[in-house]
């Protein structure tokens, strides 16, 4: 089973800055089937990338992911209020759907 | 509109046998490369996986609860039912169901969750 670690556990930045955050693959991953969730207090995850680098349906182009094998980064080019929450990455692989622990990123 | 909606018990006894509906529309489990999971998120912890079920009625588990888990699917009705068996405080969690796809991997339409509490 793949493990995805992701880093920085928590991620205190002010609006306007730029967040980039970190997942980690314990093996490649095949296809880069690698994408990220952003998921606020109460609501069901919202998926942002899928692909490593492909933004989803309506999501602003201030979100991009990259990557390939076993690193990824999602980067957030300039904070607004309303992207400060919680974010994981998933992979596919060998029929199995994982996340990560997830990064809080909150307000400085 | 793809839109999923979670049902069942909110509150369960240790050892008994949770069962939740997930009730969907704007796609058919009969279409080719579709496909429902069901995700877990404990309070202030993260998603797991715990099932998908696709058109073909091919089914995957999560390895670590693979024994306690069943995933079904009624595609007249449009609906996935996820049943867990010997509940346990441990698996409190908001229970979401989310549509895949076999081909792409992810889950861009969830469900809004629903939180169930094991307890005596």
């Known amino acids: 089973e793949i493990v995805l670690t992701q880093s920085p556990g928590t991620l205190s930045l002010s609006p306007g800055e730029r967040a980039t955050l970190s997942c980690r693959a314990s093996q490649s991953l095949t296809s880069n089937f690698l994408a990220w969730y952003q998921q606020k207090r109460g609501q069901a995850p919202r998926l942002l990338i899928y692909?490593?680098?492909n933004r989803a349906t309506g999501i602003p182009d201030r979100f991009s992911g990259s990557g390939s094998g076993t690193d990824f980064s999602l980067t957030i080019s300039r904070l607004e209020p309303e992207d400060f929450a919680v974010y994981y990455c998933?992979?596919?692989?060998?029929?199995?759907?994982?996340f990560g622990q997830g990064t809080k990123l909150e307000i400085k | 509109q793809i839109t999923l909606k979670e049902s069942g018990p909110t509150l369960v006894k240790p050892t008994q046998t949770l069962t939740l509906t997930c009730t969907f529309s704007g796609f058919s489990l009969s279409t080719t490369g579709v496909g429902v999971g069901w995700i877990r998120q404990p309070p202030g912890k993260a998603l797991e996986c715990l099932a998908v079920?696709?058109?073909?009625?091919?089914?995957h588990y999560s390895p670590s609860l693979k024994s306690r888990l069943t995933i079904t699917k009624d595609t007249s009705k449009n609906q996935v039912v996820l049943t867990m068996t010997n509940m346990d405080p441990v698996d409190t969690a908001t229970y979401y169901c989310?549509?895949?796809?076999?081909?792409?991997?992810?889950?861009?339409?969830w469900g809004q969750g629903i939180l169930v509490t094991v307890s005596s």
């Open positions: 998933q992979q596919y692989g060998g029929s199995l759907y994982t």
């Open positions: 079920i696709y058109w073909n009625d091919d089914k």
């Open positions: 989310a549509h895949a796809d076999f081909w792409n991997p992810y889950f861009e339409h």
């Open positions: 692909g490593a680098s």
